[in-house]
C-alpha cells in the first residue's frame, strides 16, 4: 500500500458522510493491516488524532495528500502535539 492509497483511505473513512458503508469496512481492513489503527482511530483521538480529525484540519487544501503521504512515509512532529509519529518507510512509493 502506498501513503497515498492509506490518506485516501483516511479522507473516505473520516471525511465523507456519503462513503458507501462497504467501502468503509475494505478501508478499515486495509488501515488495521498496516497497523494505522494502532495509534488512530476513526472518531477519537489515541496515540495520534483521530482520522476524522486529519480529514477536517486538511479539507480543501490541494496538496492536503501529498503533503499528508510524506508525513507518513518520513514521520513528522509538532504538528498534532509534542508525540511525534515515526516515519513508515516500509510503505512503498506513490
Known amino acids: 500500500m502506498t501513503p497515498k492509497h492509506m490518506l485516501a483511505a483516511v479522507v473516505l473513512i473520516g471525511g465523507l458522510p456519503w462513503a458507501h458503508a462497504q467501502d468503509s469496512k475494505e478501508i478499515k ?8 489503527l494502532s495509534c488512530h482511530s476513526v472518531d477519537e483521538k489515541v496515540v495520534g488524532p483521530a482520522f476524522k480529525a486529519v480529514a477536517a484540519k486538511y479539507a480543501g487544501q490541494a496538496d492536503a495528500v501529498d503533503t499528508l503521504a510524506q508525513s507518513v512515509r518520513n514521520g513528522s512532529r509538532g504538528k498534532w502535539g509534542r508525540t511525534p509519529m515515526p516515519a513508515h518507510s516500509s510503505l512503498s512509493g506513490d
Open 29 to 36: 481492513e486495509l488501515l488495521q493491516a498496516s497497523g494505522c
